[in-house]
């Protein structure tokens, strides 16, 4: 049912059921009967007066005129713009609250064409209810968090699991539709709600089992055990001798570079060899992987490099006494340069902790220096494979292959997202891309996400879309539940300009 106004809510073609005065709401398979003054189980959709209204106002995105340059609302203030459409080609429909397809025989809530570059678009709009979502999260930090496949908790409840750690950064895996629908009432509820928050760009304390507690919020440093992390790793122990070893060669001995998965040392490493650096007899704990380079050397913890350790000399075994000399000088450091320490070998051969000399300070804030900045990153995935793709053409593998030949370009709330290969259209974008609060819920329980289909017009029609629920761009009449709002990210492309790719099939 092509929609004149956002204040029609999806009301259906016959319009809204109403019993006793309650209006039924079809937005979401829950059809909540809602009382004059009412909102939804959901909170985006109320009556007002007899009339299914959205509480939440539809996103345009205004795009910046250049770098760093915001854009001026229509009319001085957002609450006053007029509606008048000035520069089409500068304005794009998002379907942050457009409404929803369901059930999803109707087309999409806004399907609204406008000239761009002097080539005609359309962008099908719509708010996908999405069952099967979830977020993979980035964690910036060298710390345990927790074992692979451990699970993750949120007030309590299994949210979901640890997966494999990255460079400098570990993974998370959250949401899915067995937690949000396979498991208990209350698991499905604060799977959704943990979910929700992650995406608009909330925080979220999650418990790891065997592991830390953590707090993430995408875009901001997270916080380990209570602790803000404030660095990720410059990179493994032995990329970190790679980088540096010339900075030492001259002013220490021996350097180890202490870290979880791979501990480097000076001396047995190709860089060191290369660079003529005497043998030191140093002896490791561990496991020896290639000359340098050590496994294992302590359990995984928050300490030194990521290990369990506080002392550094523990994964130290005795020096060889046939190689090793009194004087010999020793500097520990981790990943992150965060911790260090300077030894020098007593008549002994065992190691004395000295005040770390200045041309090592100097190389230990050269290892800072190199460390990015930690943060949260939280990437919504969801599968857009389904039916809310009838919104948009009447043959709905159509639009699955038109998104496959880069004739469709996939959009959330304006940002760009990433589609998987293979079968379906599977989904993935950086949330801190989006407006603020460009995601909901409806309490099946499920996400509700604005999901933008964008191509050119003769290929919309050639598709098989609903044409004659099609409006242009300056017909969008203003009310009180329209917004325009400035493009979020100046790196981020402008949604009408995929035509001009030069990978886009002739």
């Not at 209006?23 to 985006?44: F, H, S, W």
């Not at 509606?83 to 429909?93: A, E, M, P, R």
């Not at 130290?316 to 070998?345: C, I, N, W």
């Not at 974008?429 to 509700?448: H, S």
Request: with cysteine; hydrophobic share 40%.
């Amino acid at each position: 049912m092509r929609e004149d106004t956002v204040t029609e809510a999806n009301a259906g073609a016959v319009g809204p059921k109403v019993v006793d005065g309650k209006i039924r709401c079809d937005a979401c398979p829950v059809l909540c009967y809602i009382r004059d003054g009412q909102t939804g189980a959901c909170d985006r959709y109320a009556n007002r007066g007899g009339t299914l209204i959205r509480v939440d106002p539809h996103v345009l995105l205004g795009q910046a005129l250049s770098q760093g340059q915001a854009v001026v609302p229509f009319g001085g203030q957002m609450s006053e713009w007029d509606g008048d459409i000035l520069h089409s080609g500068g304005t794009f429909v998002t379907a942050i609250g457009a409404g929803t397809t369901y059930p999803d025989y109707k087309p999409a809530p806004f399907i609204v064409a406008a000239e761009a570059d002097g080539v005609d678009m359309v962008t099908v709009v719509t708010e996908g209810i999405f069952s099967y979502c979830g977020v993979k999260i980035k964690i910036d930090t060298d710390r345990f968090l927790g074992s692979e496949q451990a699970t993750v908790r949120a007030q309590g409840e299994a949210v979901g699991h640890v997966t494999t750690g990255e460079y400098g950064s570990q993974m998370l895996s959250l949401g899915g539709v067995h937690h949000l629908t396979g498991g208990s009432k209350k698991e499905g509820r604060v799977t959704c709600d943990t979910l929700l928050a992650l995406c608009n760009k909330q925080a979220v304390e999650l418990v790891i089992d065997g592991g830390s507690t953590v707090i993430v919020a995408a875009g901001k440093a997270p916080i380990v055990n209570g602790l803000p992390e404030e660095r990720m790793r410059v990179g493994c122990g032995s990329a970190t001798i790679g980088m540096f070893a010339k900075q030492w060669q001259g002013k220490v001995d021996e350097v180890v570079v202490v870290d979880d998965h791979i501990t480097g040392v000076l001396s047995e490493h190709q860089a060191g060899k290369l660079l003529g650096i005497s043998e030191t007899g140093i002896r490791m704990r561990g496991r020896r992987s290639t000359p340098g380079r050590y496994f294992q050397v302590a359990e995984p913890g928050t300490g030194w490099g990521g290990t369990d350790i506080s002392d550094p000399l523990a994964i130290l075994q005795p020096f060889d006494a046939k190689v090793a000399r009194p004087g010999l000088s020793l500097l520990m450091v981790s990943t992150t340069g965060e911790h260090a320490a300077y030894f020098v070998l007593d008549d002994d051969l065992k190691p004395v902790e000295r005040d770390l000399p200045k041309p090592l300070q100097d190389s230990v804030a050269r290892i800072q220096e190199n460390c990015e900045p930690a943060l949260s990153t939280v990437l919504f995935m969801g599968g857009a494979g389904g039916s809310l793709r009838a919104g948009v053409t009447e043959n709905p593998v159509r639009l699955t292959q038109s998104v496959k030949r880069a004739l469709t370009y996939v959009t959330c709330g304006g940002a760009p997202a990433y589609v998987w290969p293979g079968g379906g259209i599977t989904l993935m974008v950086d949330v801190t891309l989006l407006p603020q609060n460009a995601f909901g819920y409806v309490p099946t329980p499920a996400l509700v996400a604005p999901i933008e289909f964008t191509m050119r017009l003769d290929d919309y029609a050639a598709l098989g879309g609903h044409m004659d629920h099609v409006q242009r761009l300056s017909s969008l009449a203003a009310d009180g539940f329209r917004r325009q709002k400035a493009q979020q990210h100046d790196e981020a492309p402008w949604p009408l300009t995929f035509h001009s790719r030069t990978d886009r099939p002739a």
